[in-house]
T-cell receptor, first 114, second 115 residues
Framework: AQSVTQPDIHITVSEGASLELRCNYSYGATPYLFWYVQSPGQGLQLLLKYFSGDTLVQGIKGFEAEFKRSQSSFNLRKPSVHWSDAAEYFCAVGAPSGNTPLVFGKGTRLSVIA | EAGVTQFPSHSVIEKGQTVTLRCDPISGHDNLYWYRRVMGKEIKFLLHFVKESKQDESGMPNNRFLAERTGGTYSTLKVQPAELEDSGVYFC?????????????FGPGTRLTVL
C-alpha cells in the first residue's frame, strides 16, 4: 500500500534561513509526487510535482524538490524563507494511472520567526 | 475564474444531529473529490465523482456518510447522525481530467465540530 511519511510535525526557521522539509514515501514503482501548501483559511495549493525526468523540480514561490529514488524521498527546499511561507506543507503520492486516490502525509507546520 | 468553494466554512453540531456540506467545483471540472483531515492526522480520501457518478467511494468511513452530485455540478456530503469522531476538516477538490498531470484544485475546507 502507498504511504507517505513526513517526520517533522513542526519546524521553526528564521526569516532568510534555508528550509528543508522531509518526505519519504512507500510505493511499488515510481509514483507521481506532489507538495501542497495550506495557508490559514485557504485551500491546499499545489507547490510542485514530479512525474518523470529531471529529479530536481522547480515550483512556485521559490520552492524546489528533489526526487531520490534510492532513498524513496522527495524533500522540499527553499534557499531563503520569507515570513509569508509560514503555513502547513503536505507531501502526497499518486499512482501514475490517476485512477487511485492521492495519499497524503500528516503535514509539517512551518513557523517563521524574525 | 472562481476556484473551488465550500459551504459552510465552519459547522458546530451536537452528536446525533445531521449536517450537510456543500462543494462547488470549478466550472467544467468533471472530477470531484472529497477528503477529510482529522486533527493531527493525514488528509484522507473519501470519494471521487466523475460527473454525477461515484467512481470510487472506498474511503467513505461508514453508511452515516452520504455523498451526492446531482447533475454533475455541485456536490453535497451529508453526515447523519453525526458522531464525535466525525470532527475534522472536510476538503473538496476538482480536476479537469482523470490524470494526475491535471492539477487538483482544493477548496478552503469545512471545519466540522461534533460536540
Amino acid at each position: 500500500a502507498q504511504s507517505v511519511t513526513q517526520p517533522d510535525i513542526h519546524i521553526t526557521v528564521s526569516e532568510g534561513a534555508s528550509l528543508e522539509l522531509r518526505c519519504n514515501y512507500s510505493y511499488g514503482a515510481t509514483p507521481y509526487l506532489f507538495w501542497y501548501v495550506q495557508s490559514p483559511g485557504q485551500g491546499l495549493q499545489l507547490l510542485l510535482k514530479y512525474f518523470s525526468g529531471d529529479t530536481l523540480v522547480q515550483g512556485i514561490k521559490g520552492f524546489e524538490a528533489e526526487f531520490k529514488r534510492s532513498q524513496s524521498s522527495f524533500n522540499l527546499r527553499k534557499p531563503s524563507v520569507h515570513w509569508s511561507d509560514a503555513a502547513e506543507y503536505f507531501c502526497a503520492v499518486g499512482a501514475p494511472s490517476g485512477n487511485t486516490p492521492l495519499v497524503f502525509g500528516k503535514g509539517t507546520r512551518l513557523s517563521v520567526i524574525a | 475564474e472562481a476556484g473551488v468553494t465550500q459551504f459552510p466554512s465552519h459547522s458546530v453540531i451536537e452528536k446525533g444531529q445531521t449536517v450537510t456540506l456543500r462543494c462547488d467545483p470549478i466550472s467544467g471540472h468533471d472530477n470531484l473529490y472529497w477528503y477529510r483531515r482529522v486533527m493531527g492526522k493525514e488528509i484522507k480520501f473519501l470519494l471521487h465523482f466523475v460527473k454525477e457518478s461515484k467512481q470510487d467511494e472506498s474511503g467513505m468511513p461508514n453508511n452515516r456518510f452520504l455523498a451526492e452530485r446531482t447533475g454533475g455540478t455541485y456536490s453535497t456530503l451529508k453526515v447523519q447522525p453525526a458522531e464525535l469522531e466525525d470532527s475534522g476538516v472536510y476538503f473538496c477538490a476538482s480536476s479537469l481530467r482523470l490524470d494526475w498531470k491535471y492539477e487538483q484544485f482544493f477548496g478552503p475546507g469545512t471545519r466540522l465540530t461534533v460536540l
